[in-house]
């Protein structure tokens, strides 16, 4: 069912498990800052300590060998290596650890898949204006060079940035993120287009410098529920949860993988939502730049983070302000019928992810799957047998996207390798194949039963 090349893998994020947010000359990232506040995350949690990953990493490649994974997803501190963002100052301890860390894995016959950027900016850079600043596409493109020249010569698969529509909504839009900026309409367009930007510079850095000695992989990572009709009969259901598509998902695959540029249906809603409210400024959403490199293209395959799906109506989306919200014109509901796992967004439908695979309005590239995971939440179960049954299903659902929908699918990332520091919910949320005692100093990994089912799987498809 599954190719014999096929990766297995968990992933997991610099913030969200490494600590050491001080150690060794590291520079603060907009996370420290964020959660250095008081009312931002649950119960104001911080990962100045997370799962201490920068000192245990050890214990880590236990959890990885135990698991027997052919693959590992792992995150670099910008702020680690360049702790004002630039290369004018480098930090090589931070070059060491990673070094460290991806010696080890392929001492151990296990490919590291990189991400350089999972949601922590450098403080420096965001005091610049951060991602709304039109320089952080060069900077990105310097940061991403200089890691392609330390580490392309072993890592074969990189992920520039990691769900872009999240860091651009959440922590622009929303403010619920880093770096907590509400500019509701205005900051996430431009936050994305920038992230896009960069992207491009970054592939093209990589295509034209680094492929021909390296020849690695380099895409983003794209974050998307499966959305469909509340009502399937119903006009005006379908085309909205078409524009939902279009300002999720289509916002950034759509220059990438199709035409190049934004998907027309958002800009056409976009335009006549800023005169429904008087907007006369320049368009909301930004142009490409003829001048740039093209951003068509720039993907050697299609990183695809899946957690949940949504139903979609038109019925009853009323939005007196501008904002992302109003522009969509959408509502997203639950189906009663999904169950819930821990945290409220995350209703479990495995087939949600089949129908995503077969989703084929982007191409047929190949995909991995780079996150997908089951949060538990309160009363600790090491025998989480609900998330036993999520892993199962899912991975009998890619099964068939491969083997009866004929999906070019190359991997399956579960998130995550062990409990971590989960952004706005701390540590209440908990995803981890392995549990993490962050009551105890020494942070004790176990392996969790699904943990146990997950070995089992990857052993079974794997021999």
Known sequence: MFPRDFAWGAATAAYQIEGGWQ???????????????????????NGDVACNSYELWEEDLKCILQLGLTHYRLSISWARLLPDGTRQRVNQKGVQ?????????????????????????????????GWKSPNIASLFNSYAQFCFEAFGDRVKLWITINEPYVCAKLGHEDGIHAPGLTEPGIAAYLVGHNMLRAHALAWHSYDKI??????????????SDWLEPLDPDCAEDIAATQRDIAFT?????????????????????????????????????????????????????????????????SAGARFDKLSMKSDQNVQEVLDPSWPISGVSWLAVVPDGLR????????????????ENGF????????????????????????????????????GYFAWSLMDNFEWADGYSARFGLFHVDFSDEKLPRTIYRSGKEYAKLIKRYNS
């Open 97 to 129: 650890y990673y070094n460290k860390v991806i010696d080890d894995l392929l001492a151990a016959h296990v490919s590291p898949m990189v991400t350089l950027y999972h949601f922590d900016l450098p403080q420096a850079l965001q005091d610049q204006g």
């Open 375 to 410: 949060a538990q939440v309160g009363s600790l179960q090491m025998e989480d047998v609900q998330r036993v049954e999520f892993y199962k299903q899912t991975i009998s659902e890619v099964a068939r996207a491969i083997t009866e929908n004929g999906v070019n699918v190359r």
């Open 210 to 223: 680094f492929r021909p000695k390296q020849n690695g992989l380099v895409s983003l990572a794209l974050n």
């Open 249 to 313: 998902l289509g916002w950034f695959a759509w220059p990438v993988f199709v035409t190049g540029d934004y998907p027309e249906v958002m800009r056409t809603f976009i335009e006549a939502n800023s005169q429904k409210h008087g907007y006369t400024g320049e368009s909301r959403l930004p142009f490409f730049s003829k001048d740039e490199p093209a951003i068509l293209g720039t993907a050697d395959f299609f990183a695809l983070n899946f957690y949940t799906s949504r139903k979609v109506t």
């Open 355 to 370: 129908k995503l695979l077969s989703y084929k309005n982007f191409g047929d590239p190949a995909i991995y799957i780079t």
């Open 23 to 45: 150690a060794d000359g590291r520079g603060a990232s907009i996370w420290d800052t964020f959660c250095h506040g008081t009312g931002r995350v649950f119960g104001d949690h």
